[in-house]
């Protein structure tokens, strides 16, 4: 099909149905078709963000087969999420059976669950895995959350002797419907490049407690291009833009320490386990996640070559 045809009868849909019909699409079509046109690309307004870390390692040797809660994913809730991509670096023990498996699970916002007695805490399944093979291998998990629920990793080890299931470098990526200037993205992305969202089982944010607004003025080269530059032809002020932007940047901080909050309390309270051993953490460095930039997009096997 034409995607100039299509661009064309997309254009004459209300703004508020294009969200919909891109929702229905995989990330790599909706990027397609979000530039497709000048137009388009200003009601969509996709943007990826910076992959982001949320955590260096995780390690279990529950050694049964049933399924154990691991820690919630985050979704940002600032703006509409069209898909996430959470990314990892995960293996077995090493060495005999393979059992080790991970769920994304989806429970109902504000849902009490009750995680001891019902399978998946009663959530809906929403990915499975296959088996970790027993060499380091990075996995990309998509999924494209819905407004009223809250997204949870949770795994299996298997039962027997030596299991155990190892995940390193965690990282999450989020495609989202932002605003023609791209505010989200780029207050998203400006707290990832400053490491001010760190991996939760490192130390606190470097931005924990401080002025926001100095903040950014002292790390705006962070910033660059001006953010003036992904404004749309509207008579949008810049002083308007950077009020917009200083309120993502507050609100995503303040999302970090709820998820650090969270996780904390999460790790309290579960039983004590036996972490990666000195030679098998390594920093990976030939399998990192690349730095994407706005409107282009790795969800798995996808990939959208920038214009």
């Not at 870390?53 to 820690?71: M, P």
């Not at 007695?117 to 494209?144: M, N």
Request: charged share 20%.
């Amino acid at each position: 099909i034409n995607l100039f045809f299509v661009s064309c009868l997309m254009d004459e849909l209300p703004d508020e149905i294009l969200p919909i019909v891109a929702g229905y699409l995989p990330p790599v079509n909706a990027i397609q078709l979000n530039n497709t046109c000048k137009n388009l690309h200003s009601k969509l307004s996709l943007t990826a963000t910076c992959p982001r870390q949320i955590l260096t390692k995780f390690s279990r040797q529950d050694r049964d087969n049933d399924v154990h809660y691991g820690f919630q994913i985050p979704v940002p809730h600032q703006v509409s999420c069209h898909s996430m991509l959470l990314s990892m670096i995960w293996r077995d023990r090493g060495c005999g059976n393979r059992k080790g498996k991970v769920f994304v699970v989806a429970e109902e916002k504000n849902h009490l669950n009750g995680r001891s007695g019902q399978p998946f805490g009663g959530g809906r399944v929403a990915y499975t895995s296959g088996i970790a093979l027993h060499e380091e291998q990075r996995l990309d998990i998509t999924f494209q959350p819905k407004g009223n629920e809250t997204y949870h990793l949770w795994y299996v080890v298997g039962h027997g002797g030596g299991h155990s299931l190892r995940l390193s470098n965690v990282k999450v990526q989020a495609l989202v419907f932002d605003d023609p200037s791209r505010c989200f993205g780029k207050a998203y992305n400006f707290l990832t490049r400053t490491d001010s969202l760190r991996a939760w089982d490192q130390k606190s944010g470097t931005i924990d407690h401080i002025d926001i607004e100095q903040f950014v003025l002292t790390r705006g080269e962070h910033l660059l291009p001006p953010l003036i530059s992904f404004a749309d032809d509207e008579n949008v002020s810049e002083a308007n833009l950077q009020r917009k932007l200083m309120g993502f940047v507050q609100s995503l901080q303040e999302s970090w320490t709820e998820e650090y909050s969270v996780y904390a309390k999460i790790m309290a309270e579960a039983p004590p386990q036996r972490g990666f051993g000195g030679q098998e953490l390594h920093q990976l460095n030939n399998m990192q996640v690349d730095d994407f930039l706005e409107d282009r997009m790795d969800f798995g096997e996808f990939v959208v070559p920038e214009d």
